[in-house]
């Protein structure tokens, strides 16, 4: 084992074995201190030569030259430059009493029907034999119930999110994306809503 130390450089260590050398390369604080740059290498860096080629080095140059020679590929990649911090400046603190509320305010806002129950009414238009139809979207609070929910017709309801349950008379039926179910008219139903989400169910009434 050969060992090679520049001050405040590098430390080498040379070492053949089994027919190949092996050459490590170690970093230390000068090096980055004089270059301005840090080095990345988890403080070692190594890499393995056959040794016949140590031979032809040494043979052709000097060993300190064959060993910078051969571990030039093994310090390319090892130094970078140190990332430069960016620093984003924090906003002033509120004044008491300050209130810069948001002037932004939905076109069809949900609307209080009812305990834990909201709804929208997203389209009504006239149909045919003079029927009305309306899209109208339940919202159910998330963990609530509703109940005695009534709708202005026949109407079917499908869950566009969430999951929970429905609840007619003595019939039950769960809950969940992508499920519809029927609501005969001047009937009532509760529904329940489970999780974290709320249960969101847009009805397609048909109004006499």
């Given at each position: ?7 405040n450089r590098l430390v080498i ?76 400046q924090l906003l002033a603190e ?87 179910v029927s609501l005969a008219q ?23």
């Open positions: 084992m050969t060992v090679s130390e520049k001050k260590v040379t070492e053949c074995y089994s027919g190949a050398c092996e050459i490590r390369i170690i970093c230390t604080s000068g090096i980055a201190q004089q270059c301005g740059k840090r080095c990345t290498l988890g403080f070692e860096k190594s890499a393995t030569f056959p040794s016949w080629m140590g031979n032809v080095m040494q043979h052709i140059f000097s060993f300190p030259t064959a060993i910078a020679l051969a571990t030039s590929v093994v310090l390319l990649g090892g130094c970078h430059k140190a990332p430069e911090r960016q620093t984003t509120a004044r008491a009493g300050e209130t810069n509320f948001s002037s932004y305010a939905p076109k069809n806002p949900y609307v209080e029907a009812g305990n834990n129950l909201l709804t929208r009414t997203v389209l009504d238009t006239p149909g045919p034999g003079g029927i009305r139809i309306e899209l109208r979207d339940l919202l159910v609070t998330p963990g609530g119930t509703a109940d005695k929910v009534s709708l202005p017709g026949a109407a079917v309801l499908e869950v566009l999110s969430g999951e929970g349950k429905i609840t007619t008379g003595e019939k039950s039926q769960e809950l969940s994306q992508g499920v519809a001047d009937a009532t139903c509760s529904l329940e809503s489970r999780g974290i989400t709320p249960l969101v169910l847009r009805a397609r009434i048909f109004i006499p």
